[in-house]
C-alpha cells in the first residue's frame, strides 16, 4: 500500500511540475504575442535623452515603438557638424519628417538637391532617397519624426537598389 501510494505521489509530483512548466511557457508565449504597449504622454528633457556619438555630431534619441495609431516610431534631434551628414542619401520604408531648427545645408530629396534653411520641413513617403547635408560653417539642428501607420500594409521594397546612395 505505502508503495502504491508513493507512486501515486511520484505521478502526482510530475503532473504538477508538467502543468506548471506549461503554465510558464503559456504565459511566455502570451507575452510574447501581445503587442507592445503604446506610448503614454510625457515629456522627455535633452539631457534625458539617450545620445549617440559619432564623427558627425550627435543623434538624440526621444521617443521610439509605437502610439495608438502609429508603429516603427522615432523621434529625435540630430546635431551635426559643419560639413556633415548624418548618413548619405538613403530610403526606408516608413515615413519620415525632418525639420531644420538651426543651421541650414542642403536637403537631397529623390535625386535633386535643394537648399535647406531654418524652419524648412522635409516629408518624405516610404522608400523616396532623402537627406541633409550641413553645408555651413555653423552646427546644424533638425529634429526627425519617422513612423509607420498602423492598419496599413508597410509598403514592399520596389526595387534592388541600395538603401543607401
Not at 88 to 93: G, Q, T, V, Y
Not at 96 to 115: A, H, N
Not at 133 to 147: C, D, G, K, M, Y
Request: with cysteine; net charge negative.
Amino acid at each position: 500500500m505505502l508503495r502504491e501510494t508513493g507512486k501515486q505521489m511520484t505521478v502526482c509530483g510530475i503532473l504538477v511540475v508538467t502543468a506548471a512548466l506549461s503554465l510558464v511557457t503559456w504565459a511566455s508565449a502570451t507575452a510574447a504575442d501581445a503587442p507592445p504597449k503604446p506610448l503614454k504622454s510625457g515629456i522627455v528633457s535633452f539631457d534625458d535623452a539617450p545620445a549617440h556619438q559619432a564623427d558627425w555630431g550627435e543623434m538624440r534619441r526621444y521617443f521610439t515603438g509605437e502610439t495608438a495609431g502609429t508603429k516603427d516610431v522615432l523621434t529625435a534631434v540630430a546635431i551635426v557638424k559643419p560639413g556633415k551628414a548624418v548618413h548619405r542619401a538613403h530610403r526606408h520604408a516608413e515615413e519620415e519628417y525632418l525639420i531644420l531648427v538651426e543651421g541650414s545645408g542642403t536637403w537631397s530629396l529623390d535625386g535633386k538637391e535643394f537648399p535647406a534653411k531654418r524652419g524648412d520641413i522635409l516629408y518624405t513617403e516610404p522608400w523616396v532617397y532623402h537627406g541633409l547635408t550641413n553645408t555651413s560653417s555653423e552646427q546644424l539642428i533638425f529634429v526627425v519624426v519617422r513612423f509607420n501607420s498602423k492598419g496599413v500594409a508597410v509598403p514592399p521594397r520596389p526595387d534592388e537598389r541600395p538603401d543607401e546612395q
